[in-house]
């Protein structure tokens, strides 16, 4: 009985939401309700003086001006309760994504929203095949908050590999820089062969360092933005030496080659460091599953034996 009521209440609840859409959809559509206000129209006209919370909702359409801006709302509420925007913020400088932290939390609104919309749908689908319980109602939540933590993961994850993909290019880019220094050439000048001869995430990096400084930026101030924004040990040793270097006159080559010695020594260490971790991993399957299986098997015989009476 209460699995009848329970399926009836999920099949009321899915026409209800279906109707108040439909309804919510043709209200939109009426010129009344969906025109866009004096405000709105207005905004794009006075964007340099006009706050970015008035220029919300000036795209056309009323349905579309309004969703945009319960979006908006929710983001900021969202990043409001979560916090963390500074660890945001290294993690997409080191995963080399723009947008901010605001377009992050959108993307993890629309992730939980996904994960939300979709676990609704598995409670329907549980409730038409007649095995809804109620605590399957808890599904939809638990599936929105770990898709957003999914996408938390991923950003976590991204900025991993890219780390690890610039520290592995940090040697060789430095000892290219050396080279060209060695042969007489000026510091800017050797930054913007190499960038110019090879690629990688490390190049794009001082790619844009030069960029900077061609368009009047000091190179030290850009060569420490790239340091703060990737926020690396072996990364901001080698910028604090090398503006070093340029303060003082020291010989920008040997201190590169000093810097290569030391970020490839470090790459070893990590390397050896990787290996341990993988090896203990490994030791894993053998321990868990090989092993008792080869016990289960040694005993099992003796085992029936001894049952039957026959040693």
């Not at 993909?165 to 080279?179: H, K, Y």
């Not at 030069?210 to 850009?222: H, M, P, Q, R």
């Not at 040997?254 to 460091?273: C, F, N, P, T, Y």
């Amino acid at each position: 009985m209460v699995r009848v009521m329970l399926t009836d209440l999920a099949i009321a609840v899915l026409c209800g939401a279906a109707f108040g859409l439909g309804c919510w959809s043709l209200l939109m559509m009426t010129s009344r309700w969906g025109a866009r206000s004096l405000v709105q129209r207005v905004a794009p006209y006075v964007r340099d003086i006009v706050p970015e919370a008035a220029m919300v909702g000036i795209a056309p359409g009323g349905g579309g001006a309004l969703l945009r801006d319960i979006a908006v709302r929710l983001r900021d509420r969202m990043a409001g309760i979560l916090g963390g925007s500074a660890s945001i913020a290294r993690r997409l400088a080191q995963a080399g994504r723009d947008g901010g932290v605001e377009g992050f939390r959108g993307r993890q609104l629309a992730w939980g929203l996904a994960g939300l919309l979709a676990g609704a749908l598995g409670v329907v689908a549980l409730a038409l095949a007649g095995a809804l319980t109620p605590p399957a109602f808890a599904v939809p939540i638990l599936a929105g908050v770990g898709a957003m933590l999914a996408c938390d993961v991923a950003l976590s994850a991204a900025a991993r590999r890219r780390a690890t993909r610039i520290q592995e290019e940090l040697p060789t880019v430095l000892e290219f820089v050396s080279l060209c220094l060695a042969a007489g050439e000026g510091l800017l000048d050797s930054l913007r062969r190499v960038t110019a001869a090879g690629t990688g995430e490390f190049l794009g990096e001082l790619r844009a360092a030069v960029i900077e400084t061609g368009t009047g930026s000091n190179l030290a101030d850009a060569l420490g933005r790239v340091s703060w924004r990737l926020q690396l040990p072996g990364v901001t040793r080698a910028v604090d030496q090398l503006v070093a270097a340029l303060d003082r006159g020291a010989p920008l080559a040997g201190v590169l080659q000093a810097q290569a010695s030391d970020a490839r020594e470090e790459g070893k260490r990590a390397l050896i460091e990787r290996a341990g971790r993988n090896e203990i991993g490994m030791l894993l399957p053998v321990v868990f599953l090989i092993l008792p299986l080869s016990v289960i098997f040694a005993l099992f015989p003796a085992g029936q034996l001894l049952e039957l009476g026959m040693w």
